[in-house]
């Protein structure tokens, strides 16, 4: 059965960075788009990141241009989500996700998700 396992995150103060890190078991996870989202309390969960199969295109939400940086290893079965200058507006339940195969941002059909983790910025 695949399962995406997260690690990464934690507690941080503003400004400083983290990094995320989402590994896939199984065969076929250089077939999928990936993406990270987050959740922070009392909303709705969102895409932060997302990219491609093979790396070749990557979007970002507005908010985290210029400060996140998403990639990913496929023969590592990894996607990471480099996260600088970090603000405490970015505090939130960090998940990735695997998009089903074929689909795109911004399209939201996440057929997997991490287990998430948490983000905490402080001011």
């Known amino acids: 059965q695949v399962q995406l396992v997260q690690s990464g995150g934690g507690l941080v103060q503003a400004g400083g960075s983290l990094r995320l890190s989402c590994a896939a078991s199984g065969s076929t996870f250089n077939m999928h788009a990936m993406g990270w989202f987050r959740q922070a309390p009392g909303k709705e969960r969102e895409v932060v990141s997302a990219?491609?199969?093979?790396?070749?295109?990557?979007h970002y939400a507005d908010d985290v241009i210029g400060r996140f940086a998403i990639s990913r290893d496929n023969a590592k079965n990894t996607v990471y989500l480099q996260m600088n200058s970090l603000k405490p507006e970015d505090t939130a339940v960090y998940f990735c996700?695997?998009?089903?195969?074929?689909?795109?941002?911004?399209?939201?059909?996440?057929?997997?998700w991490g287990q998430g983790t948490q983000v905490t910025v402080s001011s």
């Open positions: 990219i491609s199969w093979n790396g070749g295109m990557s």
């Open positions: 996700g695997q998009y089903a195969l074929g689909t795109y941002y911004p399209l939201y059909d996440i057929s997997l």
